[in-house]
Nanobody, 120 residues
């Protein structure tokens, strides 16, 4: 059984910063890529950022230069540092991770989501 638990969401003023965390626990043999998505009511879930097991990062154009994704492999945790936040960043943020539960078997797991609200 594998779980992803997010934390760090909240209410912040425009221009402010938040740091999201997502910790994986359970029967983990290894973790491949980890990422963050976000979703607002009535819209599809939107990709935000990804970090590979080799620490290669990619970002959506809408957050490039403002958000930074990182990971701590010893803690099975991925982070999203969000700076210069804008009201349009308001969403529920979800982490995901491609996790090996056995040597040759991997599944994609999702966290439960954490609300980020940016006031103008």
């Amino acid at each position: 059984q594998v779980q992803l638990v997010e934390s760090g969401g909240g209410l912040v003023q425009a221009g402010g910063s938040l740091r999201l965390s997502c910790a994986a626990s359970g029967s983990i043999f290894g973790i491949n890529a980890m990422g963050w998505y976000r979703q607002t009511p009535g819209k599809q879930r939107e990709w935000v950022a990804t970090i590979t097991s080799g620490d290669k990062t990619n970002y959506a154009d809408s957050v490039k230069g403002r958000f930074t994704i990182s990971r701590d492999n010893a803690k099975n945790t991925v982070y999203l540092q969000m700076n210069s936040l804008k009201p349009e960043d308001t969403a529920v943020y979800y982490c995901n991770a491609n996790i090996k539960t056995q040597l040759t078997i991997a599944y994609l797991f999702w966290g439960q989501g954490t609300q980020v609200t940016v006031s103008s």
